[in-house]
Structure formats: structure tokens, C-alpha cells
């Protein structure tokens, strides 16, 4: 199914080929062993959620936007919002080293949240659309 550009699709409109797809890169992406801490809470066809002892709460997605795959990590912590160390880490975990990611920082009329301390980090999985923002291409 054809989406407008830039426009997230809903699960339930993915053709089969895209389910499946979007399932395999769950399954290739989602942590299966975990650090000390860590427990993997649910599974669904394309996200699931895990929780540490230390108070982070993180749920992974791979959804497409405008037919390209993106995996999401949403994550948050109880009272507070989560500091640099903990965006480092969930971006490490869940996103990995070799990867770019993004916070995204909509526009108000597009902010949508379930939690009001919850952040988010997008990473484009078909190809890489980010500059290589090093000074002369980290020279």
C-alpha cells in the first residue's frame, strides 16, 4: 500500500510482505540475551518491551515510514526525564554502536506522547539518509 511521503504506516495496513519483513527485522534487531538488570517484558509482531531494575522502561519497533523501514526506541523513566548516560545506553543496547540515530523533536501539532518523560530514537534500517556531520568527514 502506497503512503503519502514521510507518513507512517499503521501494522494493520502492512501488506504480507511487508509483515513478514518488519517481523524479520524485529526478530534480527530485538536484544536476545541482556545485561545484568535487563528483562524482556512483551513481545508483538513488531515491537517489544523491556524494563531494567535501575528504573528505564524500553519499548523497540520496526515500522515503516513511507514504505522504508525505521526501527523506533521509545524509552522513559517513571518521575523524570532520562538523562545523556541513559540515552547512550538504550541507544547502545537497542539501536547498537555501528548505527546512526536520531531524537526526533516534533512539531508541537505532531507531538504525540504517551508519557511525559518518555524520548524517542529513530534509526533508518533500508539506507542511511543522515550526513556524516564530522568536520570534513572526521578528518
Known sequence: MSQPAGQKQAPSSYS???RYRVEEMARELFPRILPP?????N???????FRSDFGLVVL???ELVAGEAWLHVSYSRRDEISSYRDTATVK???VGSA?????????EEEHVNIHPFCLHLYSPLDRDPLPDFRMNGGV
Open 16 to 18: 504480507e510482505k511487508e
Open 37 to 41: 538488570g535487563w528483562a524482556r517484558e
Open 43 to 49: 513481545d508483538f509482531t513488531n515491537a517489544a518491551w
Open 60 to 62: 523497540c519497533e520496526v
Open 92 to 94: 547502545r543496547m537497542f
Open 99 to 107: 548505527r546512526k540515530a536520531v531524537m526526533v523533536l516534533p512539531a
